[in-house]
């Protein structure tokens, strides 16, 4: 006999009702003959894996004990049957059956997925990107019913911060421009549009026609995540200055820019230099060994950002393709214990954003310290807003905020300065403490 699978349907009713994200009328049938049992499916857009591989189209596939069978976003299945397990999938013959844990990752294992590194994905990382993939299958399937023009892929990257491969979503809107967020920020923005969906789908179920809102929940009004730069602190193991402009890299570590930034040593009376020789302010040594237990002081200062033009589109004039840039950074990335320092905005829209930032640090020098100037990096991380045409079109003289923008504009600004003056609050508590 037969069994069909799918979602509520007045006029044809499914014998295995199955209501969520991505499920289909008329989803996927079902069929016994006696001995075998097979799986099918010939409505477009409608997901059907067994043991993580595609059943579509006019295909089918049979099923044995102990396979993975997933249908939809959401439904998991371990087909059993009965009197038939010496038949089923060898790989589990005489041992405990698959968990969900091994299909969710026996699809990222199909799909290809390696590390950018080409090591062994770690178990953990492999979890987040099985959770990563179920999370944008769900999302494509609510763009499509709701009609957006949006896809949403996992991808592997090497995390700037930890040095070990992460995952994060790739963002295609419809426009040219490669946009990346975290998986946090994904959460956040398919809760908004699951709620939607959700609305989509009651419509669907009362035969009543779908409105879609006055205000649109795709909108996404978080800065975007350009990409990483970083300077060497090595020039500060010896006290001396250095300048360099760092390339900031996008996530698939395409060079979309650089940052000018500068180490500027300060003396024992807290003055930069230059000084003569002999001057017992000069903060210079010759053997970095000598600034053990030594308390030393520098800037970090971030001039200007520089973006490619034409970044996405070469055969258009787009000239900048961000505007509302800052830049964050840290003196060690993975001390869990240091805040983010934060620029102010640039509210440029030219190629070439002025910052003319500068902070002052003091630290105590143990053998961690040294070990991090001598062989560590400052990493500066970018963000903007993607600039519409017309935000492309003006140049920073000439940018008018309406009253709303300006206001959202200046918390923006308070939000970041009251950040950094935390950051500081914190440092000077635990040094009191």
């Known amino acids: 006999g037969m069994t069909t699978v799918g979602r509520y349907d007045p006029e044809n009713p499914p014998k295995f009702e199955l209501n969520g994200k991505g499920m289909k009328k008329d989803h996927a049938k079902i069929t016994f ?49 009965p009197g038939h397990e010496g038949d089923g999938d060898p790989m589990f013959a005489g041992t405990e059956p698959p968990t969900f844990g091994f299909a969710e990752t026996e699809i990222s294992q199909i799909i290809g997925f390696r590390s ?30 709701l009609t957006k023009n949006w896809e949403f892929q996992a991808k592997l990257f090497l995390n700037s911060i930890t040095d070990q491969p992460d995952v994060c979503i790739m963002v295609d809107d419809g426009s040219q421009m490669e946009t990346y967020w975290t998986l946090d920020r994904f959460q956040r923005m398919m809760d908004a549009y699951e709620g939607e969906w959700e609305r989509w789908e009651q419509c669907n179920f009362l035969g009543i026609k ?3 809102p006055a205000v649109d929940p795709y909108t996404d009004v978080e800065d975007d995540f350009v990409g990483d730069a970083e300077i060497w602190l090595q020039s500060l193991a010896n006290m001396v200055g250095f300048k360099y402009s760092a390339p900031i890299l996008s996530i698939p570590a395409r060079a979309v820019g650089n940052v ?15 000084w003569v020789v002999g001057d017992p302010n000069d903060p210079y040594v010759a053997d970095p060994s000598q600034l053990l237990d030594q308390t030393i002081q520098f800037e970090v200062r971030l001039t200007e950002v520089t973006f490619e033009p034409n970044l996405y589109n070469p055969e258009e004039e787009m000239p900048c393709p961000y505007h509302h840039t800052s830049l964050r950074y840290k003196i060690n990335a993975l001390d869990e214990s240091e805040d983010w320092t934060v620029t102010p905005v640039c509210r440029a829209t030219t ?63 308070e939000l970041r300065r009251m950040e950094a003056e935390l950051g500081d609050t914190k440092k000077l508590v635990k040094q009191l403490l």
């Open 33 to 81: 003959d006696g001995q075998h049992v097979f799986i099918m499916s010939d409505t477009p857009h409608a997901r059907v894996l067994v043991n993580g591989r595609p059943v579509g189209g006019e295909g089918y596939k049979e099923l044995l004990h102990n396979y993975r069978v997933w249908l939809g976003g959401n439904y998991a299945f371990r087909f059993v049957f």
């Open 210 to 212: 779908y409105t879609p």
């Open 351 to 413: 190629i070439t954003q002025t910052f003319n930032f500068a902070k002052r640090h003091q630290m105590k020098v143990n053998r961690n310290v040294l070990n991090h100037l001598q062989n560590g990096r400052v990493l500066i991380q970018v963000f903007a807003q993607r600039a519409s045409g017309d935000d492309m079109a003006e140049s920073e003289d000439t940018v008018e905020l309406t009253g709303v923008e300006t206001e959202l504009a200046k918390a923006r600004d």
């Open 116 to 145: 950018p590194m080409g090591l062994a994905l770690p178990e953990e990382i492999m979890a987040k990107l099985s959770n990563a993939l179920r999370g944008c299958e769900q999302a494509n399937i609510m763009t499509k019913d």
């Open 260 to 274: 000018d930034v500068e180490l500027v040593p300060l003396g024992k009376n807290g003055r930069p230099g230059p």
